[in-house]
């Protein structure tokens, strides 16, 4: 799902069906409605490899005199900030926090190039630029800074509360660990000879794209239609992503494709290695009971060192956090950063 051959595709072709999309793009849209109580501007930052970033900054209409408390906000993986990652900035700007939903380097409306590329580290990066900006603005207090990553952008978000001691505290939804996935695969099942199969796939993709002098696509990570056979998680990554639920033309897992080599720094570089490195600033790791990525949360709080908490949402599945605002436990994130972000 996330190696993606190519060998059949053409150079740089990241959109499957544009063409039917033209009505949607023609305008800007968001996949949830703007609360009354919130104001959003958007916004740009550059991170630390000189890469703009796009970003959206959500208040609370009503602020008293002190500065706010503030998050970041990145996720899921492959997604953009007019998806989940900005239902989550507006409800949390309703509960008193300015809160920066932001598009990760190389796609949505951030910067960089070539496009639909993805790393471990600067997307860790990403975040510790966000909190740059946040904590230069004159309403926010830079002491109480916290970030909140969904799906992929949850390892994310974890490796870079690990390494930016600015961050106060961390919490993640339907987290994934990129690396671990695409290294191994779902429950590590990919065997060495599996893995050398892929890497030596991937130098081929390499030499395709130095002859070409571009990146080709990989494979549409959530194609317009199912055949009817794919594992029930994938469809209900369609159901969001494919549907007016959650489509958005410049997501790559509604209309895209990452590049063909995207894999590639993610084989060797576990970004998790130093999580207990987080404490003594709390962890929350909320998850679906029925979710098919709940081991990665579950195993994330078995190896990182108190305060910690596992939240399993019963009967919730991957995709049920990602927009819908009666399962995902926002009072439960309100109560944990106000009395954290300290």
Known sequence: ???????????????????????????????????????????????????TLTGDLYLPKEQGNEPLQALAISGPFGAVKEQSSGLYANQMAERGFAVLAFDPSYTGESGGEPRAVASPDINTEDFSSAVDFLGIQKNID?????????????????????????????????????????????????TLEQRTQILEQLGEQRWRDAEAGTFHAGAILNPEKLKGDEPQFVKEYHNYYRTPRGFHERSLNSTGAWNATNALSFMNMPILTYIKEISPRPILLIAGEKAHSRYFSEDIFKNASE????????????????????????????????????
């Open 142 to 190: 830079r002491n109480k800074i916290g970030i909140i990553g969904i799906c992929g952008f949850g390892g994310f978000a974890l490796n870079a509360t690990a390494i930016d001691k600015r961050v106060k505290a961390v919490a993640t939804t339907s987290m994934y660990d990129m690396t671990r996935v695409i290294s191994k695969d779902y429950n590590d099942a990919t």
């Open 307 to 342: 305060p910690k908490e596992l939240m399993i949402i019963p009967n919730a599945i991957h995709v049920d956090l990602y927009d819908k605002v009666n399962v995902i436990p926002f009072d439960k994130l309100e109560t944990f950063f106000k009395e954290n972000l300290k």
């Open 1 to 51: 799902m996330f190696l993606g051959q190519s060998c059949n595709q053409n150079p740089n072709t990241n959109n499957e069906n544009s063409a039917n999309m033209d009505d949607t793009a023609k305008k800007e849209h968001y996949t949830f409605e703007l609360s009354d109580k919130v104001t959003r501007q958007k916004v740009t930052f550059k991170n630390r490899y000189g890469i």
